[in-house]
């Protein structure tokens, strides 16, 4: 019943910017967090950057100076802006919805950085 849909990954050069989007709907009960985690060809899932009801952030290490995430809370929306992208980034980019009890996956979104 729930459902996370994302937009606004594609392919970019590297130095570009993207702004992923995430919306969520549905009967969801206890919304703790959103966020964004990625995951590159041959690698784990990894926590990009999470934000908290209240607006507490979280982000990787490879990710600070460069991306900011903010939500907004009344549309149950994730945003992610993306700045001063690397090959490194590319990636297929999976929303996360954290409730008390359980947690929503989007089907993800590809972001290429590529020359």
């Known amino acids: 019943q729930v459902q996370l849909v994302e937009s606004g990954g594609g392919l970019v050069h590297p130095g570009g910017s993207l702004r992923l989007s995430c919306a969520a709907s549905?009967?969801?009960?206890?919304?703790?967090?959103m966020g964004w985690y990625r995951q590159a060809p041959g690698t784990q899932r990894e926590l990009v950057a999470t934000i908290t009801r209240g607006g507490i952030t979280n982000y990787a290490d490879s990710v600070k100076g460069r991306f900011t995430i903010s939500r907004d809370n009344t549309k149950n929306t994730v945003y992610l802006q993306m700045n001063s992208l690397k090959p490194d980034d590319t990636a297929v980019y999976y929303c996360d919805l954290e409730t008390l009890k359980v947690n929503y996956w989007g089907k993800g979104t590809q972001v290429t950085v590529s020359s």
């Open positions: 549905g009967n969801i009960f206890g919304i703790r967090a």
